[in-house]
């Protein structure tokens, strides 16, 4: 495990492998700031001048993914294209997390910026860029992770500490949500996830110092601590998809606390011992 690029993120999320780079690229939000790391280049610091809450490649080129007011598109020179507007009605809500599922749709949470309101939703956007609401109710959207044969999504409400399960089908609708699975108490709380080539579920775990591995069925099966205690979201990548970045953040941690953790708020690296696999471009 290392840390291979220590930029000090506020609130770093949202770690992308792009295959066509061979690099990584995530977001610190508040701060506006988006990062991209390869063993080549080293890190890049963007500041594109608004707020980005997720970044995901685009098959067309760019990137797409959601921010403070909507989903995005970015063009290679970072300049931004608004896809449209869910909720003009909630001036209080972003968006957080988001991910591409396997058949190019992008998927992304909105949640209330306070974290107090259970004012967030889960929203597809389809490759004609029209966007559906899927799910509401949400306090921290986090996720998704879809399974290995498309069928399965999961999205996470991390306040509630909770991990749902969603059947969907080829047309992206969604049924019989379910807990897949419900933490306590000092486990921490479920943040950003992505699925690995045995189809199993890696979680980073807010306040929890760890990555945790779950089975289809939702059984854990490992747990990798971590130098950082408030670990973000993880990725597969590298050339043979066989490590796993992960992003952390120091929003709110005291100095005494960040003293102790030098790595809090860069990215970290790690062999977990097995790989992941390559992840979709969005389509539209």
């Not at 295959?19 to 700031?33: C, L, T």
Request: net charge negative; glycine share 12%.
């Amino acid at each position: 495990m290392e840390c291979v690029s220590q930029v000090g993120a506020v609130l770093g999320e949202g770690p992308t492998w792009v295959a066509r780079e061979q690099a990584v690229y995530w977001v610190d939000i508040p701060e506006r700031k988006l990062f991209r790391w390869s063993d080549v280049d080293g890190t890049r610091v963007i500041r594109p001048g608004y707020h980005v809450c997720s970044i995901l490649p685009r098959q067309a080129g760019g990137f797409v993914g959601g921010g403070y007011d909507g989903f995005l598109a970015l063009a290679s020179d970072w300049s931004m294209t608004s896809l449209g507007e869910p909720e003009p009605d909630l001036p209080n809500n972003r968006f957080n997390d988001g991910k591409i599922d396997r058949a190019g749709r992008l998927w992304a949470g909105t949640m209330d910026r306070h974290e107090q309101q259970a004012s967030g939703a889960l929203y597809r956007l389809d490759p004609d860029l029209r966007w559906s609401l899927i799910d509401s109710g949400y306090r921290v959207t986090n996720g998704p992770a879809f399974s290995l044969d498309g069928r399965t999504m999961y999205h996470t409400d991390s306040a509630l500490q909770r991990v749902y399960a969603f059947d969907l089908d080829e047309r992206g609708e969604v049924s019989r949500r379910r807990v897949f699975a419900q933490f306590a108490q000092g486990d921490g709380y479920p943040d950003g996830m992505t699925v690995d080539a045995h189809d199993c579920l890696w979680i980073a775990f807010w306040d929890g110092w760890c990555l945790r591995r779950l089975s289809p069925e939702g059984v854990r099966l490992q747990e990798i601590r971590l130098p950082v205690q408030r670990p973000t979201s993880c990725a597969f990548g590298g050339p043979a998809l066989d490590r796993l970045f992960v992003t952390s953040a120091r929003r709110d941690l005291p100095p005494e606390a960040l003293e102790q953790q030098p790595f809090a708020g860069g990215l970290l690296r790690l062999d977990p011992g097995v790989a992941g696999v390559a992840e979709a471009e969005f389509v539209g």
